[in-house]
């Protein structure tokens, strides 16, 4: 167990639906990342919050979104999915920004 | 040309061999990360780098700023190191961007 919980670890949901995947950071640990892995893309890095504030965004689509409330756990929600968006989705956390990333085991969504 | 480049893309190996992957960028980093993605899918992160040199057990990693390059290193290879090793670097945009390197398909042949 890395410290890092992903929840669910499996979601199946169709296309033009909403779903919310959950990240809670290792105890201690500041900051969240979110990557998205599929099989044509490899990893793509999605955004990054630090202390509930949004730091860095890569390739996030606008249908996606991003939040990490004052417990720090972190929410990425995705909406109007598409058969593409099935995909791998880790978050990882660290301590600061910059520093080494612990990461979750992943939710494998699914878009039929 | 992607910012972050392996080589091999794939790599078969006996028990035993020294493994050399690479990594090479063209981009101004913050740090340099080494992960190790396991065959059920789970993400390790194996090494994080801004200079130098580090080493953990039988893996060491190396990094060359001046030259924008990278390798890890697997000594004394064994069946339980196969799986895909990634390379990422973080750049600083305000905040830490990660940017992936393809991955290196490992296969150690006992």
């Known amino acids: 167990d890395s410290g890092v919980t992903q929840t669910p670890k499996h979601l199946i949901t169709a296309t033009g639906q909403r779903v919310t995947l959950r990240c809670s950071p290792r105890?201690?640990?500041?900051?969240v990342y979110w990557y998205q892995q599929s099989l044509d893309q490899g990893l793509q890095f999605l955004i990054q919050y630090y202390n509930g504030e949004e730091r860095a965004k890569g390739n996030i689509l606008e249908r996606f979104s991003a939040q990490q409330f004052p417990d720090l756990h972190s929410e990425l929600n995705l909406s109007s999915l598409e058969l593409g968006d099935s995909a791998l989705y880790f978050c990882?956390?660290?301590?600061?920004?910059?520093?080494?990333?612990?990461f979750g085991s992943g939710t494998r969504l699914t878009v039929v | 040309k992607n910012e972050v480049e392996q080589s091999p893309q794939n790599l078969t190996a006996q028990e035993g061999e020294f493994i050399t992957i690479n990594c090479s960028y063209s981009?101004?980093?913050?740090?340099l990360h080494w992960l190790q993605q396991h065959p059920g899918g789970g993400i390790v992160s194996l090494f994080m780098?801004?200079?130098g040199k580090k080493k953990h057990g039988r893996l060491i990693a190396t990094i060359n700023i001046q030259e924008k390059h990278s390798s890890l290193h697997i000594t004394a290879s064994h069946p339980r190191d196969s799986a895909v090793y990634i390379c990422?670097?973080?750049?600083?945009?305000?905040?830490?961007?990660?940017?992936f390197g393809a991955g290196t398909r490992l296969f150690v042949k006992a």
């Open positions: 780098l801004s200079s």
């Open positions: 990882a956390s660290s301590v600061g920004t910059g520093d080494g990333y612990t």
């Open positions: 981009v101004g980093i913050s740090a």
């Open positions: 105890s201690g640990d500041l900051s």
């Open positions: 990422a670097v973080s750049v600083y945009t305000g905040g830490f961007k990660t940017i």
